[in-house]
C-alpha cells in the first residue's frame, strides 16, 4: 500500500514539474529535385555538402535531341510569321485597288461590278489565308515557350539555397522521368520536430514559448510552438509539435538531437 502511495505521488509530481522532451531538429525548406524527362547525365555541378545559391547549376542533361526540337520549334515560328506579312501585305494590295476603283468612279454605274466582285472575292479569301496563318504563329509561338521550358529541365537550376545532402547521379547516368537526381535543404530555415503523448496537449498551446537545447554543440535558445498537428501514424496516439528557433550563429544542421522543456505554467 505503501509503495503504491509512493509511486502515486511520484506521477503527481512529474505530472506538476517540468516535462523534457526529445526531438529532431528538421529544415522547413527541403527540395527534392526530379526529372521530368529521360535522359543521360552530360555534366554535374555540385557533389555533397556543397551550398548553392538560388539559380545556380545543379546538372545538365544531353541536349541534343532537344537542340533539334527547339531548332525546328523556332524555324516554324519564323516560317508562319513570314507567311503572315505576305498575306497581310496581299490583303493591302487588293484593299488599295478596291479604293483605288471606286475613287476614280464615284457614279457607281460605272464601277465594273464584275471586277469589284472579283476583288471582294480576293480580299476574303486572303482574309481567311491571313487569320489562319495567325492561328498558326500562336501555336507556333506556344510550341517554342515549351520547348524553352524543356530546356530548364535540362540544365537544372537550384530552386531555392541551401546546401546538398543528398546526390543520386552522375556524369554518364541515365535518367528516368519522376527520379529524385539531387535533395537540397535550406540550413537557416529550422525547426524542432517533436511527439508528444495525447496526456499532456493540454499543456502546449501554439504560440507558447518554451526552451530548447541542442546537447551535442551545448546551444541553448527559446523557441515557439507554431504548429501542433495529429501525427501520420493515427496507431502511436501521439501529437506532432513544431518549434521555431534562431540558430543564430551556432552550428545547427538537420538531423541534430535536440531537448524541449514543457514548463509548469502558474
Known sequence: MKNII????????TQAGDIKLTGTVVSDG???IGSRFMGYVKRVYVKIGDTVKREDDLYEMESAEFDMMKSQADLMLEQSKIVVDYWRIKLKNINTRRDRIRDTYRDDNKINLTDMGDLDS??????TMLESMQVMVKESNIKVKQMASTFNYIKMKAPSD???VQRNI???????PGMLTIMIVDTEDLEIDVSISESIISRVKRGDKVPVEIPSINYKTTGIIHAIVPDANPMTHKI?????FDKKDANVFPGMYAKVT???KP
Open 262 to 264: 514543457i514548463t509548469k
Open 162 to 164: 541551401g546546401v546538398v
Open 122 to 127: 480576293q480580299a476574303a479569301n486572303i482574309q
Open 240 to 244: 506532432k509539435m513544431r518549434i521555431r
Open 6 to 13: 509512493i509511486v502515486a505521488l511520484l506521477l503527481t509530481l
Open 170 to 176: 552522375k556524369v554518364g547516368d541515365m535518367i528516368m
Open 30 to 32: 527541403q527540395k527534392m
